[in-house]
């Protein structure tokens, strides 16, 4: 089966620039998390969708991310304007809705490394 | 804030070893405490997972041991291969919730 498709794998940008991810969860998965993954680090989460609302964004920096979910399927991530410091790896997770007593197991895909120069 | 610690940074084991890495947390409302094993380049993936009703779960020979008194659980790679070197993370999350809170990761390497 199909997993979770992010694109692009890599991407070097220079501080004050735009760069966007974006990611293609596996299909039927309602639930789309996006976290950031400094080098060295656990993933973060950035943001949670719940078929195109979101759920979660209490870490996401909304000065300069932001991200949608369009018709609730795939989703894109936007950084404007980067930072250094926004250097990591951008995973994105798919899963379905989260429910009591089931285990909802979290899918990712292999990321998007990003490097700020 | 953390809100699940990961120890210990890094693991070197000889083949045949027995790897352990431990974790605890402070929210109690933590209910579902999976393992995630990621390789280089990769996205973690799903390794075993455990919830506070039972205090150890095996998979062949990954364990998980979880002590909800003193809220701390850990992983134990029984005869580590060297296709197990990789980095470990624990995680915590809540039904609810379904976001996990990712310990800070163990890299370990087997050696031959």
């Known amino acids: 089966e199909a997993g979770v498709a992010q694109s692009p794998r890599y991407k070097i940008i220079e501080k004050r620039q735009s760069v966007a991810f974006w990611c293609n969860p596996i299909s039927g998965h309602a639930t789309l998390y996006w976290y950031q993954q400094i080098l060295g680090q656990g993933p973060k989460l950035l943001i949670q969708f719940q078929n195109n609302g979101v759920v979660d964004d209490s870490q996401l920096p909304k000065d300069r991310f932001s991200a949608e979910r369009l018709k609730g399927v795939d989703s894109t991530l936007k950084i404007q304007p980067a930072k250094l410091e926004d250097s990591a790896v951008y995973l994105c997770?798919?899963?379905?809705?989260?429910?009591?007593?089931?285990?909802?197991?979290?899918?990712f895909g292999q990321g998007t490394r990003l490097t700020v120069v | 804030q953390q809100q699940v610690k990961q120890s210990p940074q890094s693991l070197i084991v000889q083949k045949g070893g027995i790897s352990i890495i431990n974790c605890a947390y402070e929210?109690?409302?933590?209910?579902?405490f999976p393992w995630y094993q990621q390789f280089p380049g990769k996205g973690p993936a799903l390794l075993i997972a455990?919830?506070?009703?039972?205090s150890e779960k095996k998979e062949g020979r990954f364990t998980i041991s979880f002590n909800k008194s003193a809220k701390q659980f850990s992983l134990h790679i029984m005869d580590s291969q060297p296709g197990d070197s990789a980095t470990y993370f624990c995680?915590?999350?809540?039904?609810?919730?379904?976001?996990?809170?990712f310990g800070a990761g163990t890299q370990v390497v087997v050696t031959p």
């Open positions: 997770a798919s899963s379905l809705p989260p429910r009591r007593s089931v285990n909802t197991e979290a899918f």
């Open positions: 995680a915590a999350s809540t039904d609810s919730w379904g976001k996990l809170q």
């Open positions: 929210n109690t409302a933590f209910d579902y």
């Open positions: 455990i919830r506070p009703d039972v």
